[in-house]
């Protein structure tokens, strides 16, 4: 940048908005992301970057701020199976049973049920429950569904929907064979 660099932007932005802010910066080692969160920046995000993670990193932002688009009316709530999973009313119920999950867990619950089937890996997961959060690991998200599945599984140690594909990642499965 000509005048300022991005961190006494950030501080001043920081001084005078609540705007949201994601650094976007050649500068890579920890101690320049440290800085710029401690400044108060939202996320950072080192180039080279894809613009597919900038947008999703984008879209978190503003979803976790309250200020992304709302839940569109008339989307209903999702059923796959026993499950169903109602986002505008951030619940989630199996055979018609309301059933508690964390942030974090319906924010994996509900990822997967707009798109059943599909093999979410870990780090796709991660991004849908806290965004740049750095403390959070891909383990997380281990330590996540295996809460889910005692939440939503008959048998957790043999679940029926929510499934490990090895070496990837999980998926919620719409498949009636899964056996309930």
Avoid at 40 to 51: E, I, R, V
Avoid at 140 to 162: F, G, S, Y
Wanted: with cysteine; hydrophobic share 40%.
């Amino acid at each position: 940048m000509p005048v300022l660099d991005g961190l006494q932007v950030c501080r001043t932005l920081r001084r005078e908005s609540d705007m949201l802010v994601l650094m976007l910066t050649a500068r890579s080692t920890e101690d320049d992301l440290l800085v710029g969160l401690e400044l108060g920046a939202d996320d950072y995000l080192t180039k080279p970057y894809s613009p597919r993670e900038l947008m999703a990193r984008v879209r978190t932002l503003l979803r976790r701020s309250g200020r992304g688009a709302p839940v569109p009316a008339g989307t209903g709530p999702r059923r796959i199976g026993p499950i169903e999973i109602d986002r505008a009313a951030h619940q989630v119920t199996v055979d018609g049973v309301p059933v508690a999950c964390t942030r974090g867990e319906f924010a994996i619950l509900a990822a997967m049920a707009e798109q059943p089937n599909r093999v979410f890996t870990r780090t796709q997961l991660l991004h849908h429950t806290q965004g740049i959060d750095r403390s959070s690991t891909e383990r997380t998200i281990d330590v996540h569904v295996m809460n889910l599945r005692r939440k939503i599984e008959r048998d957790p140690q043999c679940p029926a929907w929510l499934l490990t594909v090895f070496g990837v990642g999980y998926k919620l499965t719409s498949d009636a064979a899964a056996g309930r």
